[in-house]
Structures are given as structure tokens and as C-alpha cells.
């Protein structure tokens, strides 16, 4: 059993990860400070006896008492209409939280996992992209609030690795959906299938063509478990391959609701990446990992979920 510190984890990856880290029974410290995360979203274990939730904004000065074994640096603002909103917020909680919560992890002697992101790699002009892809990021740009501050995080970790020999792992993670994403995020699934529920026309940005490549929420915790089991200490993709234009998405979803809604275009925002797909070579051969769900199938467990919080 290990005693894990999860941030953001009232948030929607958070919520799962923590469910599954007692599930494997560990002990888990929960922290978050509810900027977009909702603490109902930790209903089935918040009364655990081996869990804990502390709300505290992880860019303050991070202490917990006693020993832990690993720090997982989950907080964020994480969708695009969020970090938009709140762009210092953003930088604040990329560099100064993953920052103290290394600190915490090098007092601790902690492992310490960051939540990087596909973002890192901006809008790529290779398809896929694997790690060695160094990205296409313009640090001036509507995004890099976001991107210059996951990049800044992955940073921080090599120099701790190298300067503290801190053990770490950072997952790029590739468009992760599934239930407990908040209906109002703006992030694509959630608003595709809220106006295919109240039968509005769904928002396709541009004419649709660019693509994502969409990770069900349990794969992503297996590719997490199967990461911190590992020792790979540099960055490894951790998403579902299956690429997908937003159009033919927007399509699905109104088939999969048996929606009478419509599709209308709406302009393409600035910088929107027009490929993305990960080249999950590495995690095959170095984790072992790869995702199982189909689309069709998270996008109905999705549903089902998002029909019964509206
Ligand atoms: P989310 O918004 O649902 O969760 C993030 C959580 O972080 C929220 O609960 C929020 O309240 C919390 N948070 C933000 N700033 C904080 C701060 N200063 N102190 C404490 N808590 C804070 O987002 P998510 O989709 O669950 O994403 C989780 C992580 O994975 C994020 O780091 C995100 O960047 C990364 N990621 C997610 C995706 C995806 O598609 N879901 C893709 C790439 C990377
Ligand atoms: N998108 C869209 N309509 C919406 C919301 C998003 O067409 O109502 C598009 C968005 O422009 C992008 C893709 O869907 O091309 C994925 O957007 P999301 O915000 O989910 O994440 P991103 O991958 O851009 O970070």
C-alpha cells in the first residue's frame, strides 16, 4: 500500500484516478481548490477511511504530515474555455503549484507524476506525433498559457530529476473523455452531446476537418498504474490513437443520442490544432499499455452519464 497525494483531484480525471487508487487500496490525500473541480464528484469514497480531501490551491505553500511515497500533479485548468478565462491562473498553477508540490515530493523523497499533455506539441506538423516531436508552440499565441506551462512543468521535472534525483514520470496526455466532465467545460464531447440532449444544433468550429484522437477515461488510469509501476523517467504519450475529424464526432454523437439536432458551424478558433494523434509506439513497448474502449462504447457510458446530471 502506498500513501499518494493526487491534486486537481476533485476534478474529472482526478475523481476516477482517486476511485481507483483506493480501489487498489492505497491511501489517498485528495487536495483540490474547487476552481472547476467539484467535491461531489468524490461522493463514493470521500467517507473512505483511507481517504482524505484538503482543499487548498496547490500555487500556495503545499504541506502534509507524515510519509508519502507519491505525488501526482493533476491540477489544472484544463479546458480551453477555462484557461482562456483564466490565463494567469493557468501559468500560476503549471509553474509555481507543480513547483511546491516537487518541493513536497523532494521533502518526502516522494515519485512524482505530472499530467502533461498533447498540447505540449501546440499545433503539429507531424501526424502522429510521437516524443521526439518537439512541438509547434507559438509562446505568444491564445493557448500558451496552457502549453508554455505544461512545458514549463515537464522542465521543472528534468531539473529535479537531474538536480535531486527525483523519480519521475510524465505522461503526455491525448483528448480524455468520459463521465464527470462538466457539462459546461466547452471541451467538444460534453457540448456535442449537451445540445444533441436538449436537441440544438451542435457547434462544429470550422468546417470540422481538423482532428482529435479521444482517450476513455479507464484507459487512462491503466495507463497511469502501468506507468508509475514502470521506471521510465521521460515523457510517454498516453492516449487512444483513433483519430477522428470533429465532424464525423459531431455526426456520432447525434446517431448515438438519436438526436433530431442539426449541425451549424461556428468560427474556428485562433491556433485550434488541426491534427492531433498520438504515436503510442513508446507506451506499447516500454508499458505494455494500450487503450481498449472503442469510441462507440465511451461515448454511450458518456451519455449515460451526462443524461442523468442534466
Ligand atoms: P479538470 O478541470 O476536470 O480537473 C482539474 C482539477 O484541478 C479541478 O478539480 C480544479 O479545481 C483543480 N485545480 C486547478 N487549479 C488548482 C490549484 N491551483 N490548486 C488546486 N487545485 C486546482 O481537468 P481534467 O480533464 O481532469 O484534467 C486533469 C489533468 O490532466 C490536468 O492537469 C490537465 O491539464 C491534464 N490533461 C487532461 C486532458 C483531458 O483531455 N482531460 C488532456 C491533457 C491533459
Ligand atoms: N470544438 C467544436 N465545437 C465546440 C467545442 C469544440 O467544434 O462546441 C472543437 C475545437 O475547436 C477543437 C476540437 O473540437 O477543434 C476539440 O476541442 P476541445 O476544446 O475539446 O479540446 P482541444 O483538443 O482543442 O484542447
Not at 476516477?16 to 490525500?29: D, F, N, P, R, T
Not at 473541480?37 to 504541506?63: K, M, P
Not at 506538423?125 to 499565441?141: A, F, H, I, L, T
Request: charged content about 25%.
Amino acid at each position: 500500500m502506498s500513501r499518494i497525494l493526487v491534486t486537481g483531484a476533485a476534478g474529472f480525471v482526478g475523481s476516477h484516478l482517486c476511485e481507483a487508487l483506493i480501489e487498489g487500496g492505497h491511501e489517498v490525500l485528495a487536495m483540490d481548490n474547487l476552481v472547476t473541480g467539484r467535491a461531489g464528484n468524490l461522493d463514493e469514497i470521500f467517507y473512505h477511511d483511507r481517504f482524505t480531501f484538503h482543499e487548498h490551491d496547490v500555487t500556495e505553500f503545499v504541506h502534509v504530515s507524515g510519509e508519502l511515497d507519491w505525488v501526482i500533479h493533476l491540477a489544472s485548468l484544463a479546458s480551453p474555455v477555462f484557461y482562456s478565462d483564466y490565463p494567469i491562473k493557468t501559468l500560476k498553477v503549471g509553474a509555481l503549484g507543480t513547483h511546491k508540490t516537487l518541493g513536497l515530493a523532494k521533502e518526502k523523497d516522494a515519485s512524482y507524476l505530472f499530467a502533461s499533455t498533447s498540447e505540449v506539441y501546440g499545433d503539429p506538423e507531424v501526424n502522429p506525433q510521437p516524443e521526439s516531436y518537439r512541438g509547434n508552440v507559438d509562446s505568444y499565441g491564445p493557448r500558451s498559457c496552457y502549453d508554455e506551462s505544461k512545458r514549463y512543468g515537464e522542465s521543472l521535472l528534468r531539473a529535479y530529476r537531474d538536480e535531486h534525483d527525483i523519480d519521475v514520470r510524465i505522461a503526455r496526455i491525448f483528448n480524455t473523455y468520459g463521465p464527470r466532465m462538466r457539462l459546461d467545460d466547452g471541451r467538444v464531447i460534453p457540448t456535442f452531446v449537451r445540445q444533441a440532449l436538449n436537441g440544438e444544433d451542435l457547434t462544429v468550429h470550422g468546417d470540422g476537418s481538423q482532428t482529435r484522437s479521444f482517450c476513455y477515461v479507464s484507459d487512462l488510469i491503466g495507463g497511469f498504474d502501468r506507468l508509475m509501476e514502470s521506471d521510465v523517467q521521460t515523457p510517454v504519450n498516453v492516449g487512444n490513437p483513433d483519430e477522428r475529424t470533429i465532424l464525423s464526432l459531431a455526426e456520432l454523437v447525434i446517431d448515438l443520442t438519436d438526436s433530431e439536432s442539426d449541425i451549424t458551424h461556428e468560427p474556428l478558433p485562433p491556433q485550434d490544432p488541426q491534427v492531433r494523434k498520438p504515436d503510442i509506439g513508446k507506451a506499447k513497448s516500454e508499458l505494455g499499455w494500450e487503450p481498449t474502449v472503442p469510441l462507440e462504447e465511451g461515448l454511450e457510458r458518456s451519455i449515460e452519464y451526462f443524461e442523468s446530471v442534466m
